[in-house]
Nanobody, 121 residues
């Protein structure tokens, strides 16, 4: 089974910055994509940013120019640098991966436990 361990959430004032990190367990044999989703109270979970293997990162329109996703393929980690944070960025942020898992090498979709990001003065 794949475990995704997230860190870096917290409380920040509007205009501030936070960096989220996510590390995947060593049971992964190959990662297709790694990324971040978020879910605000009363809303559906939405894509924030995703980094495909060897491809171009994709961002939600609401975070373009403010958030940057990066991935370390050798360590199976993904990070999200969030700048110029707004109150509407407040949500639980979830790490996500589409990956193959040992020993079967079958692909699945996996989620972290979520980390709270609150933007408030």
């Amino acid at each position: 089974q794949v475990q995704l361990v997230e860190s870096g959430g917290g409380l920040v004032q509007p205009g501030g910055s936070l960096r989220l990190s996510c590390a995947a367990s060593e049971s992964i044999s190959n990662i297709n994509t790694m990324g971040w989703y978020r879910q605000a109270p009363g809303k559906e979970r939405e894509l924030v940013a995703v980094m495909p293997s060897g491809g171009v990162p994709r961002y939600a329109d609401s975070v373009k120019g403010r958030f940057t996703i990066s991935r370390d393929n050798g360590k199976n980690t993904v990070s999200l640098q969030m700048n110029s944070l707004k109150p509407e960025d407040t949500a639980v942020y979830y790490c996500n991966t589409v990956a193959a898992v040992r020993p079967t090498n079958r692909y699945g979709v996996f989620w972290g436990q979520g980390t709270q990001v609150t933007v408030s003065s």
